[in-house]
Structure formats: structure tokens, C-alpha cells
Nanobody, 121 residues
Framework: QVQLVESGGGLVQPGGSLRLSCAAS????????MHWYRQAPGKERELVAS???????SYADSVKGRVTVSRDNAKNTVYLQMNSLKSEDTAVYYC???????????????WGQGTQVTVSS
């Protein structure tokens, strides 16, 4: 069974740091782009950061300069290093990845279950 599992969320004070991880498991041939989204209470889900299969990152303006996305293809894992956290970063963070199950297959979108990040003093 293919799944994405996030970890690393928690409670942190303003100005603090957290590192989120998202590991893909199961019978996977390859992984395309990987993304981090977040959803705060009462708000729509928004894209935070993306990384292409070749490792090219991109960021939302709201987190640019404070967040770094990276991936370890050998471990089928994507990371989100978040620094200088603010209260407005409080949200459930979701991992999304496009997975290819076999050679020649089209990529399919998978989502993790989400991990809570709370920034509060």
C-alpha cells in the first residue's frame, strides 16, 4: 500500500524552528514533484513550497526566506525546514507528491494525513 507519512509537527514558540518530514512508502517506481501545503482554521489550503524531481525549489511569498524545502530521493522523503516561525504559520501541514508506480505509468497524486504546527508563546 502506497502512502505518504508526515512527521515533525508540534508546538513551537515564535521565532523558533521546526523540520517537517514526509516519507513515501510502498511499491513506487519514481517520484515527481513534491509539495508542502498548509491549511489554517477557517482558511483554504495553500501551497507553501514545492520541489521538482530534479531538486528545483519554489516558495510562497509568505514563507520565502524562512523556509527551505529539500528531498532525499534515496529515502523517498521530502523535508520542510521552517525557521523564524510566526503565529500565522500555525496550520496543519500536508505533503503532496506525484508518484509513478511502474515504468510508463502516469503520475498519481497522493496526500499525507497532515501534521499540526502550532506557533504560540
Amino acid at each position: 500500500q502506497v502512502q505518504l507519512v508526515e512527521s515533525g509537527g508540534g508546538l513551537v514558540q515564535p521565532g523558533g524552528s521546526l523540520r517537517l518530514s514526509c516519507a513515501a512508502s510502498g511499491s513506487i517506481f519514481s517520484i515527481g514533484a513534491m509539495h508542502w501545503y498548509r491549511q489554517a482554521p477557517g482558511k483554504e489550503r495553500e501551497l507553501v513550497a514545492s520541489i521538482s524531481s530534479r531538486g528545483t525549489p519554489s516558495y510562497a511569498d509568505s514563507v520565502k526566506g524562512r523556509v527551505t524545502v529539500s528531498r532525499d530521493n534515496a529515502k523517498n522523503t521530502v523535508y520542510l525546514q521552517m525557521n523564524s516561525l510566526k503565529s500565522e504559520d500555525t496550520a496543519v501541514y500536508y505533503c503532496n507528491a506525484f508518484l509513478v508506480m511502474a515504468a510508463g505509468d502516469k503520475p498519481l497524486s497522493y496526500w499525507g494525513q497532515g501534521t499540526q504546527v502550532t506557533v504560540s508563546s
